[in-house]
Nanobody, 123 residues
Framework: QVQIVESGGGLVQPGGSLRLSCAASGFTLDYYAIGWFRQAPGKGREGVSCIGISDGSTYYPDSVKGRFTISRDNAKNTVYLIMNSLKPEDTAIYYC????????????????WGQGTQVTVSS
């Protein structure tokens, strides 16, 4: 069965950290660009960290640059999103998605999505 599953979300205080995981089964993430996106209530889906297929290219929007890091663990067929210095405005459902090509976090390029994991930043 082909699927990707996000995990690692939860409730964290402002300034805290979380590590999200995107694990795949039934296919190999190595061959795909991977993106982490988020969607807050009443807002559109926003790409927050994306990584290319083989050269390690990454893209971060200004809203998370310096705070979020995306990385691959090919041996575990997993992609991680490390989020530091979290802010209340980072509260959203976070999704992992795959793309056959890498054009940063251009949402329409990503065509296979997980179910998401909730991240809530609140004191």
């Amino acid at each position: 069965q082909v699927q990707i599953v996000e995990s690692g979300g939860g409730l964290v205080q402002p300034g805290g950290s979380l590590r999200l995981s995107c694990a795949a089964s039934g296919f190999t993430l190595d061959y795909y660009a991977i993106g982490w996106f988020r969607q807050a209530p009443g807002k559109g889906r926003e790409g927050v960290s994306c990584i290319g297929i083989s050269d390690g290219s990454t893209y971060y929007p200004d809203s998370v640059k310096g705070r979020f890091t995306i990385s691959r663990d090919n041996a575990k067929n997993t992609v991680y999103l490390i989020m530091n210095s979290l802010k209340p405005e980072d509260t959203a459902i976070y999704y992992c998605a795959t793309s056959a090509t890498f054009r940063g976090c251009l949402t329409r390029q990503y065509d296979y999505w997980g179910q998401g994991t909730q991240v809530t930043v609140s004191s």
